[in-house]
């Protein structure tokens, strides 16, 4: 029995709804029980569709299938009925009970209620992006494995603890009360930033690029938006970020697969539509009061969408570096502030600032310091891409660094 083609695309965008919706319903205690149902449905579906074909609207069918499924699971739980529903009396025909409600509006609200639901300071942040992709975008623990470079019981048993404490502390499925607001939803934008850059810049051996991961980000800070207690300055400043770069998704990466440099982007591949929704939402994230690192970040990544070379440009890509390090320090911050000091000053300039830094075991930072050297000296440079070599695990960055490696020799015999 084939399973209908449709199939894995509905449980990609239909699977984490019925979720969040029955676990909002149930209450997170029976979180494992609406995943349950869930699983249930579309296993129901890939037999009966697979013998009857598919019917004339599939979304619909799950959807009355969940709502039945969850019927008969309040019907036949006593432990359920007890904690939930101690009103109910099954014996008698007209007790009444609210079937879930699965309907574009609630589905909306379940899933942004189970974001902060999800995202909450009583588990690991990095349990809070596990549990995002898992419960709000439907990935499996294989997936999630890839995407984080672990083994699949690592991220099992990671997800199991998180979804335990959430029942043990029985945390309400509800938007924190406006007091709280603030905190708590920083803590949803780090999880949708974190879920973002792993796609972006995904660690997994195999892909230089998740656009899936990133799609599901961006999916869940428009719900943000479309909630006026949590549609702030700072979640719009996210998603233009996001747009921003987004927008040059097609040409990050050739048709072998091969990270393609900033410098030799084909600007035409770039997706104008994107950017001119970045600068929508950027303009939107002016009402507030402070600027988050999200208006910074954001600002570098409108002017990368600029190719031209302008002294203007690298200049502000500069100062918002300097800004972005003052407000929150990271080290790869730091090094990609050198590449637009080497931009704006000269590589003269940005190479002493780069091997303070001291990153030895990261890939980018040699890479980098081979950049900076090639104009130079082309032998430093070599040393540094044969750094580079060593730490490179995708077989797409090897390929790059080969092709790097010639183009320094070519230089190197020119002079």
Sequence with gaps: MEQPAILPDLFRTEYSKIVAVLCKYFGMPFLEQAEDIASET?????????????????TAWLYTVAKNKALDFIKHNQVFKQKVYPEIIISSPSTYVPEPDLSPSNIMDSQLKMMFAICNPIIPVESQVGLALNIL??????????????????????????KQKLREENITIDIPPQNEIAVRLDAVLTTIYLLFNEGYFSSSQNNALRKDLCIEAMRLNVLLLENE??????????????CFHASRFEA???????????????????NKELIQKGEYYLNNSAGGNQISTYHIEAGIAYWHTHKQDTPEKWENILQLYNKLLQVNYSPIAALNRTYALAKAKGSEVAIPEAKKLNLHQNLQYHILLSYLYATVDVEIALEYLQNAENLAKRESDKIHLSKLRLKYLNLNAEK
């Design 42 to 58: 579309f296993l129901l579906a890939s037999n009966t569709w697979g013998l009857k074909g598919l019917p004339n609207n599939p």
């Design 252 to 270: 990050r990466i050739n048709n072998s697969g091969e990270m393609v440099l900033y410098e030799e982007q084909n600007e035409q591949l770039w």
């Design 229 to 242: 207690t949590t549609n702030t300055a700072e979640s719009n400043a996210l998603l233009a970020l996001m």
């Design 137 to 162: 975008c439907g990935f499996g623990a294989d997936e999630i494995a890839e995407a984080f470079l672990t083994n699949r019981d690592v991220i099992y048993k990671r997800l199991q603890r998180a």
